[in-house]
């Protein structure tokens, strides 16, 4: 657990804001040549930085996006969801060469695969001085190819007092790059991949194992399991959760929604267990509709 700086309790998410189009209810996934229709489509805001600071919103805690937003059409469209999603978005950077950035969602029995486009760099020009705000507490990075474009952002950080968490989120090109990896992490608080990056990481299979590979590297971490619920382990610690039952809709940004229900349930200095619970709650509520953020009333 961590007591939160006086003055201080508003969370910074870091990372890279798509165009989501999900599309849900296929009975199967496309192949090369041949057309597959949908049930139904959801075009909405996504990403790991943003997807975590709307769930932190809604939970009460006061968030902020730090994040490139284009000019294009697309990225235009995302204005009035991020509008009304309570977060603070002075730090929202717009430039011509950070849009558009779509991602194609295909949804089946509840799991996805995805296509993304990636514009411009991710390093807002707004990043330090996003650190430097009287009233944050506490830095999430979203993904790791964020972090390879400010790879100053955790000293940063570090440096005014914040604590820092990390998303790996899954990438091809980065998820293997193995010492390379951990020396970028350096000074990670808190690391939050799921099973399948965990194993990426460290080679191994088991749940315990992968944890204890990892914990040479983070003081706490938090491993996301999907339905078999989640597991966190801090130094001799080691407490796990089991998922909660609930039809599922579609899964994107599940992980990310658990990240803010258990941010914001350790940033009260809540213990791992009440943290645990608190991310598959939100986790939870994320599948339960389609695009990650949560659903607002009109």
């Known amino acids: 657990m961590t007591e939160t700086p006086i003055g201080r309790n508003k969370v910074l998410c870091l990372g890279r804001t798509y165009c989501d189009i999900i599309f849900t209810g296929l009975q199967h996934m496309p192949q090369l040549g041949r057309e597959r229709f949908a049930d139904d489509v959801t075009i909405t805001a996504?990403?790991?930085a943003y997807i975590t600071a709307a769930h932190l919103a809604a939970l009460g805690r006061s968030s902020?996006?730090?994040?490139r937003l284009g000019?294009?059409?697309?990225s235009r469209s995302l204005d009035p969801e991020l509008g009304a999603s309570g977060i603070d978005l002075s730090f929202v950077e717009r430039s011509d060469d950070a849009g558009p950035q779509p991602t194609v969602a295909l949804v089946k029995d509840g799991e996805r695969?995805?296509?993304s486009r990636r514009a411009g760099g991710s390093r807002p020009l707004t990043l330090e001085r996003a650190l430097s705000a009287d009233d944050i507490a506490h830095l999430h990075i979203a993904e790791f190819a964020t972090l390879k474009d400010s790879p100053d952002a955790i000293a940063l950080a570090?440096?005014?007092?914040?604590?820092v968490s990390l998303d790996p989120s899954w990438d091809d090109q980065l998820i293997h790059q193995g010492a390379d990896f951990f020396a970028l992490c350096r000074g990670v608080d808190i690391f939050l991949p799921n099973v399948e990056e965990g194993k990426a990481l460290t080679g191994a299979d088991r749940p315990e194992d992968i944890l204890q590979r990892l914990q040479e590297h983070f003081p706490l971490v938090v491993l996301k399991r999907g339905p078999s619920g989640a597991m966190a382990s801090r130094g001799s610690s080691c407490v796990s959760a089991e998922a909660l039952p609930v039809t599922?809709?579609?899964?994107?940004?599940?992980?990310?929604?658990?990240n803010a229900g258990f941010l914001h349930a350790w940033l009260q200095a809540a213990d791992l267990e009440r943290s645990l619970a608190a991310g598959i709650e939100a986790g939870t509520l994320s599948v339960q509709s389609a695009g990650g953020a949560p659903v607002r009333s009109s």
């Open 46 to 48: 996504g990403g790991g």
């Open 248 to 258: 599922v809709v579609d899964t994107t940004g599940a992980g990310d929604a658990f």
């Open 158 to 163: 570090k440096s005014r007092g914040l604590t």
């Open 64 to 67: 902020a996006l730090l994040t």
């Open 71 to 74: 000019n294009d059409p697309l």
């Open 113 to 115: 695969a995805f296509v």
